[in-house]
C-alpha cells in the first residue's frame, strides 16, 4: 500500500498535467473527497458533476483556479548567465536548472535555438523549473530498454564513497598506529585529522557540484532498470519534480523511506 506523500505526489506529477479533464477515484487513490479537490484546485482544475460513478471529476480552468505559480527565472538579458548557459550548450540532450541559470525559460529556449536545441520537456514546481533541451524533441520511447552490461555507474552513489574514504582513512590510520615506523605519529594523526573534517562533507558529496548538473544526474538514475531508488536530497531537487521527471521517462514512483541521514528515499518501478 502506498503511503499519503506517494499518493499526493503522483496525482500531481501523473494525473493533474493539464489536460482538459480528469476523473479520479477517491477509493482507487485512498484519499478523502476534500484533499483530492484540494490538490485539483492547486492544479489549475475546476470540479464538475461527475461523469463515472464513484469518481470526482474536474475541468482544467486556470481562468477560475489560478495553478500554484511555478518557478521561473529573471526574464531580462543577464550577459554573464546567457554567456554560462551557451557554455551548456554542448551535446544532444542538455538538462538546465532555472534557479541555476538564473534565466526565464523563454530567455532560455530563446538562447537554445540559436544552437539547434529546442525545449523537450518543461518539469516545474514553486521551488524551480527544470528544462530539457533536445536536438530531437520527441519524447523517449517507453518503456526504455534494460541498459546492457552488468555494471553501471550511478552518480546517486556519491554520496555513500565519500564516507566509504572516510572508514578507510580511519583504518590506514589504525594499521600505521600499530607498525613500527618511526614517523608513524605524525602520519597517523593526520590521516585521524582527515578523516575527522572530513566526516560530515563526505555524506553530502554532490552538493559540491551545480544543481544543473546534478538535475543531469537524476535524469541519467532511470536508466532502463526495473527498479530504482535514490535518496532525493542527493539531487537537490523537490519530491514532486523528481517524480515528473520519473514519470516523463517511464517510471512510477511507488513509495519512500525517510533516514535522518539522507531523508526522503524515494522508489520508482518501470511501468510496462
Known amino acids: 500500500m502506498q503511503d499519503w506523500l506517494t499518493r499526493t505526489t503522483r496525482l500531481r506529477a501523473e494525473v493533474f498535467v493539464g489536460t482538459p479533464y480528469v ?37 482544467f480552468a486556470p481562468q477560475h483556479f489560478p495553478p500554484i505559480t511555478p518557478f521561473d527565472g529573471p526574464d531580462q538579458p543577464n550577459a554573464d548567465r546567457e554567456r554560462w548557459l551557451l ?11 532555472l534557479k541555476h541559470a538564473n ?11 540559436t544552437e539547434g536545441l529546442r525545449v523537450a520537456a518543461d518539469f516545474a514546481d514553486p521551488t524551480d523549473r527544470v528544462l530539457l533541451l533536445s536536438r530531437d524533441p520527441a519524447p523517449p520511447r517507453l518503456p526504455l530498454p534494460i541498459p546492457s552490461g552488468s555494471w553501471r555507474f550511478r552518480y546517486s ?14 583504518g590506514t590510520a589504525a594499521v600505521v598506529v600499530g607498525a ?14 582527515a578523516a575527522f573534517v572530513g566526516a560530515i562533507p563526505a555524506a553530502f558529496v554532490t552538493n559540491l557540484f551545480p544543481r544543473t548538473t546534478r538535475v543531469g544526474w537524476l535524469a541519467w538514475e532511470f536508466n532502463g532498470l526495473p527498479h530504482v531508488q535514490f535518496p532525493v536530497r542527493t539531487f537537490g531537487v523537490s519530491v514532486d519534480l523528481a517524480a515528473k521527471i520519473a514519470w516523463y521517462h517511464g517510471y512510477v514512483l511507488c513509495g519512500h523511506t525517510a533516514t535522518q541521514a539522507s531523508g526522503p528515499i524515494l522508489k520508482f518501478y518501470k511501468r510496462a
Open 23 to 59: 476523473h479520479v477515484s477517491p477509493g482507487e487513490w485512498q484519499l478523502d473527497p476534500d484533499s483530492l479537490r484540494g490538490i485539483a484546485r492547486g492544479n489549475g482544475y475546476l470540479e464538475i458533476p461527475p461523469m463515472f460513478q464513484g469518481c470526482l471529476s474536474f475541468q
Open 87 to 97: 557554455n551548456r550548450l554542448s551535446g544532444d540532450n542538455v538538462w538546465i536548472s
Open 103 to 113: 534565466l526565464s525559460a523563454r530567455r532560455v529556449a530563446e538562447i537554445a535555438a
Open 157 to 170: 552513489w556519491l554520496n555513500r564513497l565519500g564516507p566509504a574514504t572516510v572508514f578507510v582513512l580511519l
Open 180 to 193: 613500527p615506523v618511526e614517523f608513524e605519529s605524525p602520519i597517523a594523526n593526520l590521516l585521524f585529522l
